[in-house]
């Protein structure tokens, strides 16, 4: 990512898997969104790029709400408190199953059963077991 991010632009890490901008509502915070199943997601149609799900600034001041839909800015409606906390309990859950390899069949999660691909964090501990094994 650059030293500098100008406001209107989506910068986009493939190397880090995130995406980094200046918030839509103008307010100047920078805001970051990781890409992975458990978090966003984002896709390219050959011209331009859109974000999914919705990205809400719950943690900034402007608290702002939108969506980045084939390179518009959608301004999407606020959240109550209640559905914020719900929101977060939701993306909490979804990371540790994501982390811990716990698949999730029709909505429900299937403790005792890994996923058929590694996660991220499986790969790191095994690269860093043949790193300290070969020691």
């Not at 890490?13 to 458990?38: D, I, K, L, N, W």
């Not at 608290?63 to 719900?86: C, D, F, L, M, N």
């Not at 996660?119 to 095994?126: G, H, N, Q, T, V």
């Amino acid at each position: 990512m650059p030293d500098s991010i100008d406001p209107g632009v989506l910068y986009l890490s493939m190397e880090y898997a995130t995406a980094t901008h200046r918030c839509c509502c103008g307010c100047g915070e920078e805001v970051v969104t990781p890409f992975s199943p458990a978090q966003w997601q984002m896709s390219f149609d050959g011209d331009a790029v859109s974000l999914h799900p919705s990205i809400g600034n719950w943690n900034l001041r402007c608290r702002s709400h939108y969506v980045i839909s084939a390179g518009r800015v959608i301004e999407a409606p606020q959240w109550t408190k209640a559905q914020i906390e719900a929101g977060r309990r939701r993306d909490k859950e979804a990371r540790t199953k994501y982390l811990t390899g716990t698949p999730v069949v029709a909505g429900v999660s299937v403790p005792g059963e890994k996923r058929g691909k590694p996660s991220w964090l499986d790969r790191l501990m095994a690269r860093l077991k043949s790193v300290f094994t070969e020691l």
